[in-house]
């Protein structure tokens, strides 16, 4: 995650009146709780450990974490999933999408708003089966449906990327179509600028006149941020514009929360 902070409790929280959104991104546990006003009003990220028997002690020490929220959905960065027309869809046989899938492994389904898209994406059983032990979730995504929840209803040209961790997920849509989603794993700033370029020119997207828009971890002081900027004319942050942060800490910004905040639009 870097040195991106983004702990912070603004005030006692009724959970019945709010909803809890996780992320679950590699060894990565994130949440933030928003009101029914949308106002993100605390959020905390833990590290865990699959491996363990007990992947999520730390995470059961804090008291936010509880499972009688108004509503709760878990969201699922995996590095394996696959976008399927209806008619693919409907012909089953999912195992055979994957390459890793393991006996251990559930594949899970969302459909895209307003779309005949379905992703599949294998999750750990045991890890499924602790978290609906710890939350009770009332939802459960992949993050390509939280990425499209964003863009919905829009049938304007979009290009949104997102960072989480070492994570690079690139989406576009134009005309209310999926032109293309992927992630690409980096590890440095070069990497980054590579695997960007490879979905935005796939995507056709006009360095100097097309928008992207960009969230996640990392800020305008970042070296991904400033090596990247120079190849796009109209870089933006995201803009959630129903979204208060009830933070006091000028470091935290909107952006590094989009995920949070989209997957809380999916359920609202």
């Not at 559930?106 to 978290?131: A, R």
Request: aromatic share 14%; charged share 20%.
């Amino acid at each position: 995650m870097g040195q991106i902070n983004l702990t912070f409790t603004s005030k006692n929280i009724d959970p019945k009146d709010h909803i809890l959104s996780v992320l679950i991104a590699a060894d990565s546990f994130v949440y933030g709780i928003l009101d029914k006003q949308r106002n993100l009003v605390a959020a905390g990220d833990h590290v865990i450990d699959m491996v363990s028997d007990n992947p999520f002690q730390n995470v059961k020490s804090d008291s936010n974490i509880r499972s009688d929220y108004f509503k709760t959905v878990i969201v699922y960065s995996t590095t394996e999933f696959a976008h399927l027309s209806e008619l693919d869809f409907g012909g089953g046989d999912f195992e055979a999408y994957f390459n890793t899938t393991s006996i251990g492994d559930e594949i899970l389904s969302d459909k895209f708003t307003d779309s005949g898209v379905h992703v599949i994406y294998p999750v750990s059983s045991s890890m499924k089966t602790l978290l609906n032990e710890l939350l009770e979730p009332s939802y459960e995504l992949h993050i390509s449906t939280v990425m499209r929840q964003y863009i919905y209803p829009s049938q304007a040209k979009k290009n949104l990327a997102l960072v989480i961790n070492d994570r690079l997920h690139f989406m576009a849509y134009n005309g209310g179509s999926l032109t293309m989603y992927n992630a690409y794993t980096f590890r440095t700033k070069e990497d980054f600028l590579y695997y960007l370029q490879l979905a935005t020119d796939f995507a056709d997207l006009n360095s100097e006149k097309d928008a992207l828009e960009i969230g996640g971890w990392l800020g305008v002081d970042s070296g991904i941020y400033k090596f990247i900027s120079p190849y796009y004319r109209h870089l933006n942050w995201v803009t959630l514009p129903f979204m208060s942060l009830r933070s006091t800490d000028q470091s935290h910004l909107k952006h590094h929360y989009f995920a949070l905040y989209a997957s809380a639009l999916c359920v609202s």
